[in-house]
């Protein structure tokens, strides 16, 4: 699922089922960044280079690089930006300017870091010092504070189960194998992930990037002539692109005590696919089942698994196809064998609102989580939100993370609603509420998508549907020795219900407000912790009694950060929770951590 980037929140008082909404008020302080001169060795100054180079000491007076590594990188960081800025760009056989491009790249940065310092005080203003500390500090480069792994090892906590790694979607990294001419450069380049993305996108015109990352809309396979696969290697979900981390510092902590690439596996996957085409593409499942065998004969222990956002949904599924005849012939007990501890970091096991919205209007305002891949996504006409509600349709992992479990679970009208529409002509969709706007619940919203999207889609993403995965149907495995964790946080406004204005002349509904819920922002906290908390706990969909251990972090976010820093719990960023990650580390130890909840999960009235 494609997350969250900074945007100004709504607030309002719920009525009649729609929640008439209020822009939330903009906090106007600032505080400006205290910044010092810094000095080179026997006080010669230095202020003419960039001062994370030269040296400073930083608001937290971390000091991330020594002296003289600055040194030795001073010289070559000024000729490679002089080559980059006086080369032409036939030099580097590009057919767009790189300086003109780097410049945009920097325009949208600054212009999103001004908008933080509007939103929460304390921001310093906008100065690449201040930029590149801010990236460096929520990344795993810190020397001079301890690591959770450093602190755990200090503990005595050891290594104790090998580690598979199933990453959440849009982190793993896709490389072009096979493109038309206007994608020949860039043969096992990235299309996702890396700043290759970046300059993909920039030398390509954006209908051709474009017809690269989609997929066929028949199949949700790979369309004619086109081949774009997951970049393999730990390193690929490890970092989103330099100084962006996602399980950099989970892995490095997990290295603090005594894991290396021997018993810490991953398995990177094509994220625009759905479990089933996975399967008949790469054969994922196939290549998951034997990796979890060929770890238990080489360790003679079973695995503790680590699953992120869509990972959990796909680790699910596979826990039914594994033992299943029609799927992978393992027999009932293999998961017992195989499988000791399950961690579901920030998994919506009850799928995700802005999916629908997603593919009924193409609206991502509220969906994109990388701070410039906003004004990357809007700034050409082709990713329109026409443009990216056609690149949505064609990704079949949208099914698989659809609202489940209809008013049972999301409410019904006069209560709760999840679209009403509104606006001159509305009346083709239904009649009015008292409120003036059409209400349609979870499942009508989803007929409506469905309708408005087209048949094809429909056909595509309801093909060879199973009831794999579905945590409302599919009963967890039988095991005596498995156990689940579901570590998520809470505390920031989710997208949950939204209020839609039909534009009749055009035909096209566009969003008018957003109703927003407890949750991680991106997965409300009934998707997040109802199964864990409550669902899971029941004879029917727990039958041999596994134990389910809910963790809740409360959103504590950084002042100083643009992701957050250690205390953050917004669903990416999770990753980079100082204690998640600690959480994490005493569950690979083999110690039980114990069930936390700081929300109102318990509640929730359904089922």
């Keep these: 699922m494609i997350i969250i980037m900074l945007e100004a929140r709504y607030s309002g008082d719920q009525h009649c089922g729609v929640e008439k909404m209020a822009p939330r008020r903009r906090r106007k302080g600032k505080a400006k960044e205290e910044e010092e001169e810094g000095k080179e060795e026997g006080g010669r100054s230095a202020t003419w280079l960039p001062q994370w180079l030269v040296g400073r000491k930083t608001p937290e007076s971390v000091q991330f690089m020594s002296d003289r590594t600055r040194r030795k990188l001073a010289i070559p960081a000024l000729i490679l930006v002089v080559a980059i800025l006086f080369s032409s760009p036939q030099d580097f056989e590009l ?96 299309l996702w992930g890396s700043m290759t993305m970046f300059s993909s996108f920039a030398s390509m015109d954006g209908a051709c990037w474009l017809e690269h990352i989609s997929m066929n809309l028949s199949t949700g396979l ?8 997951p970049a393999e290697g730990l390193s690929n979900v490890e970092y989103f692109m330099p100084g ?69 949904t796909l680790m699910r599924y596979f826990m039914s196809w594994v033992e299943s005849d029609e799927g992978g012939k393992g027999g009932r007990g ?12 920030g998994g919506p096991t009850l799928g995700v609102p802005k999916v629908v919205t997603a593919l009924l209007s193409g609206d991502t305002s509220d969906s994109i989580w990388l701070p410039d891949f906003g004004a990357f996504l809007t700034d050409r006409s082709v990713l329109s939100k026409s443009g990216r509600s056609l690149w949505f349709r064609s990704m079949s992992s949208g099914s698989a993370m659809l609202p489940h479990g209809g008013e049972e679970i999301w409410g019904k009208p006069p209560h709760e609603t ?7 002509g509305a009346e083709k ?44 149907v599919e009963p ?39 109703i927003f819920t407890d949750g991680d922002g991106t997965v409300p906290l009934i998707s997040l912790g109802y199964m864990c908390a409550k669902g899971w706990k029941t004879k029917k969909l727990n039958p041999s009694g596994v134990k389910v251990t809910t963790r809740e972090y409360q959103h504590k976010p950084a002042t100083l950060s643009l992701r957050g820093g250690p205390g953050t719990s917004d669903h990416v960023n999770i990753l980079l ?31």
């Excluded at 790979?222 to 696969?229: E, K, L, M, N």
């Excluded at 293999?334 to 970091?345: E, S």
């Excluded at 999840?418 to 001159?424: D, E, K, R, V, W």
């Design 95 to 190: 057919d767009f300017d790189p300086v003109e491009e780097i410049s945009k790249v920097g325009d949208s940065f600054a212009n999103q870091w001004k908008e933080l310092a509007r939103l929460a005080p304390g921001v310093p203003d906008f100065s690449f010092d201040a930029a590149f500390f801010s990236m460096i500090k929520d990344s795993a480069m810190l020397t001079d504070t301890k690591r959770p792994g450093q602190e755990a090892k200090e503990r005595g906590l050891r290594k104790s189960y090998p580690i598979v790694i199933i990453p959440g979607a849009t982190t793993t990294g896709l490389e072009i194998w096979k493109g038309k001419a206007c994608a020949k450069a860039y043969f096992k380049q990235r």
């Design 429 to 472: 969709f239904g009649k009015r509420s008292s409120e003036g706007c059409v209400p349609y619940t979870t499942t009508e919203s989803i007929e409506l998508m469905f309708k408005r999207s087209g048949e094809e889609t429909r056909s595509m993403w309801e093909a060879d549907r199973t009831t794999w995965g579905e945590a409302l």
């Design 244 to 312: 962006f981390g996602i399980w950099a510092q989970v892995v490095e902590s997990l290295a603090d005590i005594g894991y290396d690439n021997s018993d810490l596996y991953v398995h990177p996957y094509d994220w625009r696919m759905d479990a089933l085409r996975l399967q008949k593409r790469d054969g994922l499942l196939t290549r998951m089942k034997h990796t979890f065998e060929s770890s238990f004969e080489v360790h003679n222990k079973p695995a503790c698994v680590l699953t992120h956002s869509y990972g959990d």
């Design 334 to 345: 293999w998961v017992d064998k195989y499988i000791h501890r399950y961690v579901n970091i």
């Design 476 to 514: 967890l495995p039988l095991s005596k020795n498995l156990k689940i964790y579901c570590l998520y946080g809470v505390g920031v406004d989710t997208e949950r219900a939204y209020n839609y204005r039909y534009d009749a002349k055009n035909d096209k509904l566009e969003t008018d407000s957003i």
């Design 222 to 229: 790979d369309p004619d002539d086109i081949t774009v696969r």
């Design 577 to 607: 929770n100082a204690e998640v990650i600690g959480d994490i580390l005493e569950i690979a130890a083999g110690i039980d951590v114990q069930e936390r909840i700081i929300s109102n999960i318990h509640d929730v009235q359904s089922m």
């Design 418 to 424: 999840f679209l009403c529409i509104s606006g001159p």
